[in-house]
């Protein structure tokens, strides 16, 4: 009978602790649909701070406001990279790429900016204004976007 009961409690434990975890993941995707948007701001620009390394570029926001948007760029890395600021073409990567010079060819792509030339182990800013839309940010040194360099991110309508 005592070992019934324990049973009985263990069960209904879990099972409030799925429901529990459940309703929180519930709660936070609503809120991430409702809610605008909590950006970071530096002198009224959304700040993105973004991460070159090992031929990968993190940006540590995804969804950014529309307006003014800062990028800080650290390279991390051993070597030169740079990250430009490049509408989408498609939903993913398709960008325009000559493939006899590894490049993305510059121009035939809409570009509102860059940070050039960022040595290992420094940064760089840029400041845009960037329209609703969504972007790709990369690297066009030689071979670099085809090895990875390239992520995309979306600016939402500022919602304030
Ligand atoms: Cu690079």
Redesign the pocket.
């Known amino acids: 009978m005592k070992r019934i009961l324990r049973v009985a409690v263990l069960v209904s434990l879990l099972s409030f602790s799925v429901m529990a975890v459940s309703g929180c993941a519930t709660s936070r995707a609503a809120a991430g649909s409702l809610q605008p948007l909590r950006q970071a701001t530096v002198d009224g620009a959304a700040q993105v701070n973004v991460v070159v390394k090992s ?1 990968v570029i993190t940006p540590d926001t995804l969804v950014v406001p529309a307006g003014k948007v800062s990028f800080h760029v650290e390279n991390r890395d051993v070597i030169v ?2 990250m430009l600021v490049v509408h989408a073409q498609t939903k993913s990567f398709g960008l325009p790429y000559d493939f006899s010079i590894s490049r993305v060819i510059e121009d035939q792509i809409d570009k509102p900016g860059e940070v050039p030339d960022i040595q290992p182990n420094s940064s760089g800013d840029v400041t845009l204004d960037l329209p609703a839309g969504r972007y790709v940010l990369l ?1 066009n ?1 030689v071979g ?1 976007f085809q090895a990875g ?1 390239h992520t995309l991110i979306d600016v939402v309508p500022n919602v304030q």
């Open positions: 031929y990279h740079e690297c040194l670099h360099m």
